[in-house]
Structure formats: structure tokens, C-alpha cells
């Protein structure tokens, strides 16, 4: 296991069960053993976490990310000190910040949500080696970060569109997509990663899948107004049209 | 009676000659101890004959003894100690468990030195006129480790030249320089005596700005070098070899391994001083050379291991026993163990919590195999050490004991706490608690894995046609494999075609013939000439290698690839190199002398320059055979024209091991060293000597003297650096295996895998290691091929089944994985529900990164899952802190 297998979630989970401050250690920047590099993909997501936790309010230096050898016990040592001296120094996580243990939970529950959105959206940024230590302050920026959340779309079935064929409902990674062959699909807000799989599998003819932005998700259609009854087995309608002719 | 150490094989107790039966016929108590009956006081010695095919002679060294010269205080002076001693003192199992402390008060020395070439390097009676290789770097170990245990303690070292010629020393030498308090002072030291109150040890030395001083230190290290063993001439009678003059192993420097007798080989120090790296080479080395001896009766006396069957605990509610480790006192020093156990205890699932002196030991294992068994246990929890070294030996405990090896978890409790936290015992064990509870939590979550048994092709693929290349593929051929060559000239023979003698008067070219004619006429031994490799793909024990060479296009399948590419002579920049025809490298020079060119017999004058183009910030690293390649030039001038007029200008003298014979060789003969300091490089430019011959004239300041002293010179030779080879990129790309930070092939670990890469199947050997003398190509080729054959020489490998695997309902087919992924070990294959990421298993080397990238969680990297993981950072924080 390479420090580049260090998830978003795992920092998350840690700051959400009450951690003070999260230390990774990688192997010296430019000296993989291997030919993997990862230190430079934990290095990019430390920096991600920490625009992250600054655009929410929390102090970005709870996060701290050291490169060492597994000689240099000294240089462990010295990077612990000095990160257990700040974390003191903060005082319990939320203190400092003003933000309360509920708050915190409930921040970090819908950021542990986003992480597949944030891990599609920054994909890039999060592989790229970062020769040049000047450029890790810019590589994220916070401006990007209030994009990134502001910027979160929905996805959403339109029953008016959909021939429920089942086709998103099988792609969906997550399993988020409900609705058997003729009922009306929809998507689970709660599950959904925001992938956009569901948008590309929907075949363009009936274009049933929209992407909000910004917006709110309107309410799904309730389960008895969604059958569709197909009419010589060409036309259809919903169950709606039926019962309003 | 005594045990010789918990970890001993077999463990078994013997009875020393104090034994009061032994010499007065009383006592017999412990027979009667003795349940099982196994003490025979009546044994007598056997002899014991056992007919072999070939010996390997591994003695090792003996420690120079600085008793032999009474000026060095050593037994006299209480604060005086060897290295070896300070090595024990610094030792968790050493006298005071790992604390400093001086023999004469028990109290931490505050200012250490160091004497380096302490009975080297030295042409007086009792001491050894060779360089002891080691020294230089062990003592710039023991300040690093010193600062460890107390960062105030300002260290002093006192030294000749600092001979960092080692890959990764010359940093490891910066390193060690740049720590606070740390002095390096070139100067002979010598001990005058110790402060009758204090103590502390005198120590008399010179500098050039303040001249001769005294000064007090608290302790002092002598670097103390090594010798042959104690009994190097009983052993050469017994095996009926011969050894040299300083009573090491007489070898043959073409072949290291082998002695003056056929089929007796010799591997490590016993060759001469060696570190550590080096020692390992020649232990395969020597291995592969018994192998090409006793091919046809390969396997005869092996037995295969017998596992008892795998239960199925799938389905089986976790049920975990916990091993909780003293390491003799390493752990239990510091960490409350009993207190340990008692709240290990109380955790969920745990049926069982026992503390061991020392859990690797062979009796703790058979223990936890017993417990496995007797309390159907399904998990085990061995709170130790790392897993880097013992896990592989734990996993094998619990195949033993009948359970899937991956249900184990190592909590490191030793490096992780008790050895960082020596002095808060309490705060030690709540951390070992919480250590140990992670590991539990981990262990419900985890899964059994199943490792995967692949074919292995028989066939070897080398890469290089010079000496390393083809001295390891002549070795593998002869053990009965098929080797394909490839070099990318027209000929074989590498930078050895450029030599034309060693420095102990060797004919270079004569024996790289001879060995040609072998390769090329070798039955199994297929080579190619002018080869690209345009493609690599597989993987252990099954490559594909596409290429095309003079004999065109070919596909090669092989098990294994040995990369043995070289390296190149450094192109000068520097001193009028290329725009004045007198300025040569050395590897001009000795290929001028072989054509007894008349420019150079005919020379009056003749500087060398030692370090052009490393040392230095383009390449941070020392090129290792300059200084003895300069001397060996050096003497043949000599010896051409004994009134030549021949200056080196060095940096350090690096002319470590036997080769220092050669250095003082060439003094003797009025050899001129004269040494520089980067500040303040030679210079050279053309001039008019006094007779009003046309010069070079090369002026270097004298670091002594503090002056600038010209030479003129008719030709200038410049030691130029070794650099990678230019295709080393492309080959480490190809193979998927890394460059180390100097563009050098990266090891898989410098000490323990040093022909190995971390990419399983790969070799590596000669100069693409790093620069190195012809009898240490040779070392490494022999070596590789040991490593290899042990490969090859099985039909099936096993690997891993700690690797990914893909999710396929899960995966969205984003290719994120396959993007990150640098082993090729993923791609996306169409399906009817869109393209899907799919895991090859064998190339996947389990670091995770897909696994992290992957938005929809459909890669996982088995064994470190993200419920695992989670599992641990929830164990460590069970409830969220409330805030005030």
C-alpha cells in the first residue's frame, strides 16, 4: 500500500469522529521505489482537503502531510512535534473554529457525500506530479472550491420523458436508479454518487435524463401514478395522462 | 546451560564447560528437570562426514583489536571504545538496553569523537595497510543514530579521507555533515590520556588554522577496521586455498568467488572488506556458481512443505487471538505488557490475549499455531513489530496452523511506540492500546485471499552485452536455461572494450576475448547485436520482449530480465577538454597507453584531476572508480618513465580496500597528490614552461599551505565521472522499474534485494546499479544470476493476493484507475453494460492508487480495504470528543 491510496473519505471519517488533526506520511517526493509516484497524489489531495476545510471554515493546518524516508527517524519525529504543537495549540477541532460537534457531523457527512463528485470533477489535479514546491499553495485555489460545491448538479428523470427500459437503472454504479420495466424511473438523491452515468446511458431519442445545476430536484412522481401503459405498444402515457384524460 | 538468542535455529540449549558435571561429576540437577529426558551428560564429540559437491567459505571478518597498539588507550581508558562497542551500546538488547552511557560513570556522554582508519590504512607493525572500506560510512551512521537518541550531543570526527564512493553516500555523507553540533576535521588524532576526574578522553589533533590542539571529549569512538578471521590460516590448511598477504581469501579478480582450489567459492568479507550490499552479492554470486557446478543434482535434497488444509471461516463469527510481544525487553521496557493484555481483553471478539518474550521466536510460533487450533481461533493479532520484516514468517505461522495467512494483522508496537517513546512509559502503553485496538478492529473486517501459482518460462532475457551482462548470462546458460542477449552495438563487450588492464596488472582484453568466445559459443546462449526493444509486456515468470536487431524483428518469451545496461564515460565540459587534444579522460589515456602513443610515453609532465563532473550539484554522487583507475594510470606511467613528472589532484583519496596499497604504491614511486576543495577548483591553461616547451599549465591552491602551486604539464587527464547510460529511461520504462535520484537503476532494497527490483522477475546488475570496479560487475553479474536461477528453476510462482479487483456492477468505466495505474496492470474491456475497468492480477503490485481515484469505490485494493481501513480509524476514535 502506497500513501496515494489515502482517500478523501478517510480524512473526512477522521475529522467527523472527532480527530484534532490528520498526519500522512509519504516516502521523499521523487524517490518511489517503485515506479507509482503515489506521494504526489497524497500530496495533491492533502492540499485539495485543506482548500476544502479553509472554504468551510475549519483550519487548515489540522491536515498536515510530511515526505521522509524510512531512515529519517529524526525528521518523523521533528514533523510529529511539531504538528502535535499546532494541533495544541487549535484546541479540540470546532473550537477554534466556532463550529459546533453537530455542525462538524453534518458538514462532513455532505462532503463524505461529494467525494465521488469531487474525485471526478478534480481528477486531474489530484494525479499530477508537482515538480515545483512554489505552486502547491495555487494548485488548488479557494475560489475553485466555492465553484466545486456551488456548482454540485443533480441529475433527474423526467416522467414525462422516460420509456422506462431500465437502461440507466442497469448502469448505475450505486444502485441509486429505482423503477422496474414499465414504471417510471427515479433517482435517489440520497444515493446518488453524481456520476452522470445515468445522463450518458439514457439513449438520446428519449433524452429523459436532465443534469440541474444549481436548482432544486423536483419531487419524484408517487408510486402508483408511475406505471406506464403502453398503447399498441407504440404510444404511452403515464399513468398520470390516463387518469386525467 | 544457556539458549545463544530467542530467535536461534534450531533453538535448542547447550551446556558450556563450566557445567560443574563436566569437571568435578556433581550436580546432574538438571536431568532431572528435564521432563522429556534430552540432557545426556555422557555425549562425546562425533565426526560427523558429509560428501558435497562444492563448499562456499563465509567466515566473515574478525574486528580489528586496538589493543594491539597501546596509543590508542583502548582497555586502558575507560571511555575509549571500539565502534563494534558503541554499535552494542546503542543496541536495545545491548549492556544498558539501549542507552548510551559511558563505562566510567554510567552517565550519557554530552560530546562524542570519532577516530576514523583506526588500525587502516596504516604501515606500522600491528596494523593493516588496506582501507577497511566500511569505516568511513559505519561512523557517519553512528553520529546520525547518536543524534537520534540525543540531538544536543555535539560529535566530532576526525578523519583522513572521507571515502563516500558508495551508491547513496556521498548523501548520506551531506546528511550527517549538516546535522547541528556535527564537526568533520581532516586530522590525524591521537589520544593523549583522560582527565583523571572527569574522565573524559584527550584527544590531540592539528588544524591548518589553529595548528596543533588537546581537546576534552566524554567519550571517544575508534573506528576501528576489519580483519581477516582470527583462524584464516587454519582455514586455508583445512581447505587447502590460499589467502593473500593480509590473510583474506587469495581470489581471482575475475572471479571474485572463486579460491585457489576448484569447488571451494568464497562469499563476503572473507573476500576482502565489504558493506553490506556487496557481501550479499557474493552470497548469490557464490550460490549461483555452486549452482553451475551441481545443476544436474538440483532439488535432490529438498522437501516439499506440507501445509495442513485451509479451514473455511467465511461464513465463521470472528473469533481473535491477540500475541502481545516483549521483543526481550525492546518493547516490554517501555510498554506496561501485562497491562496491555489485561485491556486487550476487553474487546470485542477477542477469545484469547497472551503475552510472548519474543513472538518470532520458534517456540512462540509453535505456541500460536497450538492456540490457533485449541481455541479454533479464525484471526490473529501479533502486536510486535513492523510487518516489513516478520509478517512473511507470521503469515507462514498461520498457514501452519490450518487459516487463511491474510487473516493476520501485525500492530506495530515496537518502531511505532516503545522505540520513540522510551521515556513516557505511560503515555507508551495507552498508545500501545490503542494500537493493538485499530489492529483488532482491522482484523473482524478482514478477508481471506487466495495468492495466485503462475507457469514460469524457463528462459532468461539479459539486457547489456558488456562484462556484467555477459558473465551473468554465461551463468545462467550453464544451469541449463536458454538466455537471450541483447546488446544494442554491433559487438559485445560494453566499457570493458576500453580497458585494457586492471590496476593488479591483468590483461583486460585477453580475458573479455575469451569470454566473448564462450558466449558466442554457448549452445543456450542466443544473442543479438544492434538491438531496440520495441515492446515489454508480462510479467514474472512469463515476458513477452519484442524486438529488432541485425538479425531483424523477433518476439523473445522469457520468465525472467536482467537489466545490465552500464553506464557511460562522462563528456568533460571542464578544463579545455575538447578544444585542447592534450586533455584526455582517463579511459583516452589508458586506451593511448596501450597503443604506447609517443605523446604519452614521451610526457614530462602529467596532472591528473580527480572528480570532473560529480561531486558536484549536476550529480551529487561519487563515481567510485576514478581514484584507484587515476593510481593504476598513474603507476603505468611510472613505470613507462620513472622521472615523469605525475601530480593527482583529489578531492579524497577514494581508494578504498585493497586498492590503498596501490595509492601508497604510487607515492612511494613520487606520485604527486596534491588536494583541492570545490571552493576553489584547478585551473588549467596553456602556457610556456621554463625550458619553453609548450604546457598546460594546471594551477591548484594547496589546502595546507593555502597557496596556488602550478604544474606544467604535457598532457592533462581528467577523471571523469561515470553517468547512466542514455537509454536507461527508456529500458526503466519499458520494464516498469525506477531510477534512483542519479538516474542509476533503483534496487529493490539496498541491503536485502540488491539485484532485485521491486518489480518481481527483473534483475539488476553492473554499472546501470551504479559505477563499480570490474571484480564488482562481476560480483553483481554472479549475483543476479543466483537470483534469477532461483526463479527459473521452479516450474510455478506465487504472488500476492494482497492486489485489486474490480467491482463490475460498480464500475462507471471512467478510466481513472487505468489512468493512474503505472504497471499496466488495468484496462477497460466493453461489456453490454459499457466499458468496464478488469484487474490483472499478477501485474497489480497492491499500492492503491486506483483505488483512491476510483469515484465509485468499484476497485478495491484487497487486504487494505476501505472497510479495513475505516474499521482502524474508527477503533482509534470511538466516540467524537465533545467540544466545550
Known amino acids: 500500500m502506497c500513501s496515494g491510496r489515502v482517500d478523501l473519505a478517510h480524512i473526512l471519517r477522521a475529522f467527523a469522529k472527532g480527530a484534532d488533526g490528520v498526519f500522512i506520511g509519504g516516502c521523499r517526493l521523487g524517490e518511489c521505489n517503485y515506479i507509482t509516484h503515489g506521494n504526489y497524489h497524497a500530496l495533491n489531495l492533502a492540499l485539495l482537503s485543506k482548500k476544502i476545510f479553509e472554504h468551510i471554515g475549519l483550519n487548515p493546518r489540522r491536515l498536515h502531510i510530511a515526505f521522509m524516508s524510512g531512515g529519517e527517524g529524526n525528521l518523523f519525529a521533528s514533523e510529529v512535534d511539531g504538528f502535535c504543537k499546532t494541533i495544541k495549540e487549535l484546541g479540540p477541532i470546532g473550537q477554534s473554529e466556532e463550529i459546533s460537534p453537530a455542525r462538524l457531523e453534518e458538514v462532513m457527512s455532505d462532503i463524505t457525500r461529494l467525494v465521488p463528485y469531487i474525485k471526478i470533477e478534480k481528477h486531474e489535479k489530484l494525479t499530477v506530479c508537482l515538480e515545483d514546491e512554489t505552486t502547491y499553495e495555487d494548485h488548488f485555489s479557494l475560489d475553485e472550491i466555492k465553484r466545486l460545491f456551488e456548482e454540485v448538479a443533480s441529475y433527474y428523470i423526467d416522467p414525462a420523458k422516460c420509456q422506462a427500459c431500465m437502461i440507466c437503472a442497469r448502469s448505475c454504479p450505486v444502485e441509486a436508479i429505482d423503477g422496474g420495466k414499465g414504471v417510471v424511473h427515479v433517482i435517489d438523491q440520497d444515493k446518488c454518487i453524481k456520476c452522470g452515468t445515468c445522463l450518458n446511458a439514457c439513449p438520446s431519442r428519449f433524452g429523459a435524463v436532465t443534469k440541474i445545476v444549481g436548482g432544486p430536484v423536483p419531487a419524484p412522481l408517487p408510486l402508483d401514478q408511475r406505471t406506464i401503459v403502453r398503447k399498441g405498444g407504440k404510444e404511452k402515457t403515464t399513468s398520470t395522462e390516463k387518469v386525467l384524460p | ?884
Open chain 2, 1 to 884: 546451560m544457556h539458549i545463544y538468542f530467542a530467535q536461534a535455529i534450531p533453538l535448542i540449549t547447550y551446556i558450556d564447560e563450566s557445567c560443574l558435571y563436566l569437571k568435578e561429576k556433581k550436580c546432574r540437577i538438571c536431568e532431572g528437570a528435564c521432563k522429556n529426558d534430552a540432557i545426556d551428560l555422557h555425549q562425546t564429540p562425533e565426526k560427523i562426514e558429509l560428501k558435497v559437491g562444492a563448499v562456499i567459505l563465509s567466515p566473515g571478518y574478525d574486528v580489528f583489536d586496538p589493543k594491539v597498539r597501546d596509543e590508542y588507550g583502548y582497555g586502558r581508558l575507560q571511555n575509549v571504545v571500539t565502534g563494534m562497542d558503541y554499535e552494542r551500546l546503542m543496541c536495545a538488547t545491548g549492556p544498558y538496553e539501549g542507552e548510551i552511557l559511558r563505562a566510567s560513570d554510567r552517565r550519557h556522554p554530552h560530546n562524542v569523537a570519532w577516530i576514523q582508519c583506526v588500525g587502516s590504512r596504516r604501515d606500522t607493525a600491528g596494523d593493516n595497510g588496506y582501507c577497511s572500506s566500511v569505516c568511513c560510512t559505519y561512523a557517519q551512521k553512528q553520529v546520525i543514530l547518536t543524534k537520534d537518541h540525543n540531538s544536543e550531543t555535539p560529535c566530532t570526527i576526525f578523519h583522513n579521507d572521507v571515502r563516500a564512493y558508495g551508491k547513496g553516500f556521498e548523501t548520506f555523507y551531506q546528511r550527517t555533515q549538516q546535522l547541528p553540533n556535527v564537526r568533520f576535521i581532516r586530522s590525524y588524532a591521537s589520544i593523549v590520556g583522560e582527565d583523571p576526574e572527569t574522565k573524559n578522553v584527550i584527544v590531540r589533533y592539528a588544524t591548518a588554522d589553529e595548528g596543533v590542539k588537546e581537546e576534552q571529549f566524554e567519550m571517544v569512538v575508534l573506528s576501528v577496521g576489519l580483519n581477516p578471521p582470527k583462524d584464516y590460516q587454519g582455514l586455508a590448511k583445512k581447505f587447502g586455498i590460499e589467502v593473500n598477504g593480509h590473510g583474506f581469501c587469495q581470489i581471482d579478480s575475475a572471479n571474485p568467488m572463486a579460491t585457489t582450489r576448484p569447488g571451494i567459492f568464497v562469499s563476503g568479507a572473507f573476500q576482502g572488506p565489504l558493506d553490506i550490499p556487496e557481501s550479499v552479492f557474493t552470497a548469490s554470486a557464490a550460490g549461483a556458481q555452486c549452482g553451475e557446478l551441481l545443476n544436474s543434482r538440483r532439488g535432490r535434497l529438498t522437501t516439499e512443505r506440507v501445509y495442513p488444509p485451509e479451514t473455511d471461516n467465511t461464513a465463521a463469527e470472528p473469533r481473535i487471538g491477540v500475541f502481545v510481544c516483549h521483543c526481550g525487553a525492546n518493547i516490554s521496557r517501555v510498554v506496561d505488557v501485562p497491562d496491555t493484555v489485561a485491556y486487550v481483553q476487553t474487546l470485542p471478539n477477542v477469545v484469547h490475549v497472551q503475552n510472548q518474550l519474543f513472538s518470532c521466536a520458534t517456540n512462540s510460533m509453535k505456541a500460536i499455531v497450538d492456540t490457533v487450533k485449541e481455541k479454533s481461533l479464525n484471526r490473529v493479532v501479533i502486536a510486535a513489530c513492523s510487518p516489513r520484516t516478520l509478517e512473511a514468517l507470521f503469515r507462514d505461522t498461520l498457514q501452519e496452523a490450518g487459516i487463511n495467512k491474510y487473516y493476520l494483522d501485525m500492530a506495530n508496537i515496537r518502531e511505532h511506540c516503545s522505540w520513540c517513546h522510551a521515556r513516557e512509559k505511560e503515555a507508551a502503553t495507552a498508545k500501545a492500546k490503542d494500537i493493538v485496538r485499530m489492529s483488532v478492529a482491522r482484523s473482524i473486517k478482514l478477508e481471506p485471499l487466495q495468492e495466485f501459482d503462475l507457469p514460469v518460462n524457463r528462459a532468461a532475457l539479459v539486457v547489456g552485452g558488456g562484462l556484467a551482462g555477459m558473465t551473468c548470462a554465461l551463468s545462467i546458460a550453464d544451469q541449463g536455461h536458454d538466455v537471450y542477449l541483447l546488446e544494442k552495438e554491433a559487438e559485445l563487450g560494453g566499457n570493458a572494450r576500453r580497458l585494457h588492464s586492471t590496476i593488479d596488472g591483468k590483461n583486460v582484453q585477453a580475458d573479455l576475448t575469451r569470454l566473448i568466445r564462450r558466449i558466442y559459443r554457448h549452445p543456450a546462449i542466443h544473442v543479438y547485436n544492434e538491438a531496440v526493444i520495441t515492446e515489454a509486456t508480462g510479467y514474472i515468470g512469463n515476458f513477452v520482449t519484442r524486438i529488432t536487431s541485425e538479425r531483424g524483428p523477433a518476439v523473445i518469451e522469457h520468465g525472467a530480465a536482467v537489466i545490465a545496461i552500464g553506464a557511460e564515460e562522462y563528456k568533460p565540459t571542464e578544463y579545455l577538454y575538447g578544444q585542447d587534444d592534450r586533455v584526455l579522460t582517463h579511459l583516452e589515456l589508458g586506451e593511448r597507453l596501450a597503443k604506447s602513443d609517443a605523446a604519452v610515453t614521451g610526457a614530462q609532465g602529467v596532472v591528473m584531476i580527480q572528480c570532473v563532473g560529480c561531486r558536484n550539484q549536476d550529480r551529487n554522487y561519487c563515481s567510485r572508480v576514478c581514484c584507484s583507475h587515476s593510481v593504476k594510470n598513474a603507476l603505468q606511467l611510472k613505470a613507462i618513465n620513472p622521472e615523469m613528472d605525475v601530480v593527482i589532484a583529489f578531492r579524497d583519496m577514494r581508494t578504498y580496500g585493497f586498492n590503498e596499497n596501490y595509492y601508497r604504491e604510487a607515492s612511494h614511486q613520487g606520485v604527486r597528490f596534491i588536494r583541492w576543495t570545490p571552493e576553489d577548483p584547478p585551473t588549467v591553461e596553456a602556457a610556456e614552461a621554463d625550458d619553453g616547451r609548450a604546457v598546460l599549465q594546471v594551477a591548484v591552491t594547496d589546502s595546507i599551505l593555502g597557496s596556488k602551486i602550478a604544474f606544467d604539464a604535457d598532457l592533462v587527464v581528467l577523471a571523469a565521472a561515470i553517468v547512466p547510460s542514455r537509454g536507461a529511461q527508456e529500458i526503466a520504462s519499458l520494464f516498469k522499474v525506477p531510477l534512483g535520484p542519479d538516474g542509476f537503476f533503483q534496487e529493490g532494497h539496498v541491503k536485502l534485494r540488491p539485484v532485485e527490483f521491486a518489480t518481481d522477475g527483473v534483475f539488476l546488475c553492473g554499472m546501470a546499479h551504479y559505477p563499480k570496479h570490474m571484480p564488482e560487475a562481476v560480483n553483481q553479474a554472479y549475483g543476479a544470476a543466483g537470483r534469477a536461477l532461483t526463479l527459473l528453476s521452479n516450474d510455478i510462482v506465487t504472488v500476492s493476493g494482497a492486489v485489486c479487483e474490480v467491482n463490475e456492477k460498480q464500475c462507471m468505466g471512467c478510466g481513472a484507475c487505468v489512468e493512474v495505474c503505472t504497471y499496466d496492470a488495468i484496462e477497460l474491456r466493453k461489456t453490454r453494460q459499457g466499458e468496464k475497468a478488469v484487474v490483472n492480477p499478477v501485474i497489480c503490485k497492491g499500492d492503491g492508487l486506483c483505488n483512491a481515484v476510483c469515484p465509485t469505490g468499484a476497485i478495491v485494493l484487497k487486504h487494505f480495504t476501505d472497510l479495513e481501513i475505516e474499521s482502524q480509524i474508527d477503533a482509534l476514535l470511538p466516540e467524537p470528543i465533545e467540544v466545550q
